[in-house]
């Protein structure tokens, strides 16, 4: 397994604990991931290109108070300093930019862009019900940004979007 991989499953595990509302069993243990994501971070100064992996670990590192720099988000924009057209498909991306941006503070311009640009086609995507197993994990999303809401309450909605996911998997990958 790559370290990217690696990487963006511990990031996704972390994250799927949390909604499940569940992380004072794992404490200890993420914030030990968390610092070697922060460390890594920090020491390699490279950024990921993939939108999933970059908006998620912003998220969750500035929510676990850690110093997130909003430029982390540079890399996902073209020469004009629009985001890339083609981050328009990676709706599971586009979900955590979405949330991600919903941690933006006073003056960060660039995930003020985030929001508009990752609400704008996650209602489009609402309109026009494209992506049948993903409506209604983007409706959720758009509802209950995971910062804003309580596990306790939302635990029952991610199980759902958990297993939806799932499914969709499956689909696209065709008869086993």
């Not at 939806?164 to 065709?174: F, H, L, N, S, T």
């Amino acid at each position: 397994m790559s370290s990217k991989r690696a990487s963006l499953e511990v990031l996704t595990l972390i994250d799927d604990i949390q909604r499940l509302g569940i992380e004072y069993y794992f404490k200890e243990e993420i914030k030990s991931a968390l610092d070697r994501q922060y460390m890594k971070l920090c020491f390699t100064r490279s950024r990921s290109t993939d939108l999933h992996e970059t908006a998620l670990r912003f998220r969750l590192l500035r929510q676990e108070g850690y110093d997130m720099p909003a430029d982390s988000f540079d890399k996902l924009k073209n020469g004009s300093g629009k985001f890339r057209p083609e981050l328009g498909k990676d709706i599971q991306g586009l979900m955590s930019l979405y949330e991600a941006s919903e941690m933006r503070v006073e003056a960060e311009d660039i995930l003020g862009e985030a929001y508009e640009y990752s609400r704008q086609v996650l209602d489009s995507v609402m309109e026009n019900h494209q992506h049948q197993p993903l409506v209604k994990i983007v409706g959720n999303t758009l509802k209950h940004p995971h910062h804003k809401s309580l596990p306790k309450f939302t635990a029952e909605n991610s199980l759902c979007n958990f297993n939806d996911k799932k499914k969709g998997e499956k689909r696209a990958k065709g008869p086993s």
